[in-house]
């Protein structure tokens, strides 16, 4: 599968003084996403190589409906470049909002946690093609100040 939607509520027991579930939740909440779209597309087990480009646009509230987004920009030999989204909102039918867009790369990795191939899966339409480019151009931005 080239994409996964995980849709959840936030809990209680996420909260910070603040009444607001923490960025580091949502980042694990990220990977969660990220790792699950990779593995299935990989069939099998992924590490996590960058995460990265989150700009956190609103908070997360306990008892929010959470969606997080994660699909396929790109592939290479060996690894998958994903474009995730989290939106929230209430439960009661009202749009849910952005909270965080971010990219991923994960790697596929064989038993002895060396990298293994990944079929190949290309973006086909403008939106697509479009969301490669932009992910691409994040990625590529963070290695460069690495």
């Known amino acids: 599968m080239h994409s996964i939607t995980l849709r959840f509520l936030a809990s209680e027991s996420s909260l910070l003084q603040a009444g607001r579930v923490p960025g580091g939740t949502v980042l694990r909440w990220v990977d969660d996403a990220g ?44 690894s998958m470049s994903l474009a995730v989204e989290v939106r929230s909102g209430g439960i009661h039918g009202a749009p849910l909002q952005d909270v965080v867009h971010c990219v991923a790369v994960y790697t596929a990795v064989d038993m002895d946690d060396a990298p293994r191939a990944v079929d190949k899966w290309s973006p086909q339409t403008p939106g697509d093609i479009a969301l490669a480019q932009r992910a691409q151009a994040h990625i590529d931005v963070a290695r460069a100040a690495q």
């Open 35 to 78: 790792y699950a779209c990779a593995s299935a597309w990989a069939e099998g087990p992924c590490i996590t190589e960058f995460v990265g480009g989150a700009d956190f646009v609103r908070p997360i509230r306990p008892g929010d409906l959470v969606e997080v987004h994660a699909r396929l920009t790109r592939t290479d030999e060996a």
